[in-house]
């Protein structure tokens, strides 16, 4: 009788614990995976940047392991009151209009402004509430001002408020398979067609192809 | 007779010295003590505060020099002009400098400009210190000759509103030429413009008068943003700027200086 009971609970941990266990599970998030040997960077590329991140499942990563996959990255906070809902609501119709195929090679990536409420446990809530998947969704926080390097690569501005609110540029970025920033959409209206044609070409000769081929 | 020639002979080698510059005082060179005290944001949202405290800081009492930048340089050679990364300043970097380790003759004391941000703050913790955060930046800049707040000062405001309205020398002038203001700190107005660490938070769009639907659009929060002095001209050219900037830009009359912690 214990046993289900037992391996279900493992499974939640292969999960959470992703790092720790190279069992091929589907569910593991994009920030878990092995960095691939492609030699250096490009010199436009945003994975040449040092800083450290660590994801809602606690994993500390440079931004380097997301290499050989194109990523849609926004910057956002988990308490925002206006524009970021809709820009991640956005995301999710942008995925949901991806053909499977188009979908098993992208990522989603989302980095906090927020770096002192949004701890990883937040982030995991974040990403329960919105059912992101753990497929292809990161969620990443960081130091503040790694966050502001990054920012600032992206050409986003943000201030924080009296009330720890963060007014910011609303930019979906998309960057191709080697970090360097492929195109960026500004302000809230809907970008997905566009969005998906940089896609199709991009994952055309992406170093990671597939969902599937990954978890080996 | 000799004695002549060797006079030139030093004058020469003087001369030849790739960025030679004259010594300066200790008191010149060396960072000033910001007391504790208040910066008025020139936007604010409606539940901001009108003042935000900024506990007690050093800054430099001038802009960084070529000469300066130049000692960086041959120490951390990936931040060569023929090495540094495009991701990390554009290709105006350092242009004026002759080739990667010279900088030209009498150009020592010169403000270092054509530099990006990132070359900005890999100098400032090669350094030991860090870029003002744009709030100390102008909490310093704000000071007069005499007083704490140059507004009151109608010498300091003229002087200031001249240097805003003349555009930029093709050759700039040395650092500390200027009158210090009233805590010692050359430059901050009439050489060059500065970066600062956080001059990516300025919330405006080119056309941005009111609160308006584009801003509405590019910006999350933006439309509870209001002015809080509309008279401070030379402040809201300084927002404008900062806010058209990007970290790897690199301009013939911005350039930094450094702060640190107590």
């Given amino acids: 009788m214990k046993w289900p009971f037992f391996i279900t609970l493992l499974s939640g941990l292969t999960i959470l614990n992703c790092g720790a266990d190279e069992a091929k599970s589907s569910a593991k998030p994009p920030c878990c995976r092995e960095a691939l ?14 800083s450290k991140w660590t994801s809602d499942v606690s994993r500390e990563l440079k931004l380097g392991v997301l290499r050989g996959r194109p990523q849609v990255l926004v910057m956002f906070f988990a308490q925002c009151e206006y524009a970021c809902p809709r820009l991640v609501h956005n995301l999710k ?73 963060f007014a910011h540029s609303n930019v979906v970025t998309v960057l191709n398979a080697d970090g360097e920033i492929a195109y960026q959409h500004q302000g809230l209206e809907d970008g997905s067609l566009k969005i998906i044609e940089i896609l199709e070409r991009l994952t055309a000769d992406a170093a990671r192809p597939s969902g599937r081929k990954t978890s080996q | 007779m000799i004695l002549r ?20 005082s200790d008191a ?31 800054i430099d009492a001038h802009p960084v020099t070529n000469a300066d930048f130049l000692e960086f340089v041959r120490a951390n050679p990936k931040w060569r002009r023929s090495t540094v990364k495009r991701l990390f300043a554009d290709d105006g970097y350092l242009r004026h400098w002759m080739d990667d ?51 009151k000062e109608p010498r300091f405001v003229a002087e200031v509103g001249r240097w805003y309205s003349t555009p930029a020398p093709r050759t700039l002038p040395e650092v500390g ?77 911005l350039g930094f200086r450094c702060a640190n912690d107590p």
């Fill in chain 2, 5 to 24: 020639r060797c006079i030139a002979c030093a004058i020469t080698v003087i001369l030849s010295l790739p960025c030679a510059h004259a010594e300066k």
């Fill in chain 1, 93 to 165: 119709a942008l995925e949901s209009a991806m053909k499977v195929d188009l979908r098993q090679k992208v990522d989603f990536l989302l980095i906090s402004f927020d770096s002192d409420r949004d701890t990883p446990e937040a982030l995991r809530a974040y990403r329960e509430k919105n059912k992101l998947g753990m497929a292809n969704w990161t969620l990443l926080r960081g130091a503040g001002d790694d966050v502001r390097e990054l920012a600032a690569l992206l050409g986003i501005n943000y201030v924080k408020d009296a009330r720890g609110q």
């Fill in chain 2, 177 to 253: 030429q200027s009158k210090a203001n009233f805590f010692g700190v050359y430059d901050l107005h009439g050489l060059i413009w500065e970066w600062t660490s956080d001059f990516n938070s300025a919330i405006v769009t080119g056309d941005a008068r009111s609160d308006t639907g584009l801003e509405r659009q590019l910006f999350c929060g933006a439309g509870s943003l209001g002015a809080n002095d509309r008279t401070n001209f030379p402040a809201f050219m300084r927002y404008g700027f900062r806010s058209s900037l990007k970290a790897g830009y690199t301009i013939h009359n």
């Fill in chain 2, 101 to 151: 380790l010279t900088c030209g003759d009498g150009r020592g004391d010169q403000p270092v400009t054509f530099v990006s941000w990132f070359a900005a703050k890999a100098f400032a913790s090669w350094k030991g210190k860090r870029l003002p955060t744009t709030a100390e930046w102008e909490r310093v800049a704000a000071a007069g000759f005499e007083s704490a707040d140059g507004s």
């Fill in chain 2, 28 to 58: 010149f060179k060396s960072a000033i003590e910001i007391p504790a005290g208040v910066y008025r944001p020139l936007f604010r949202g409606e539940n901001d505060p009108r003042e935000i405290r900024i506990p007690r800081f050093f």
């Fill in chain 1, 37 to 50: 040997p492609l030699g250096a960077y490009t010199d436009q590329s945003l994975y040449q940047l040092d």
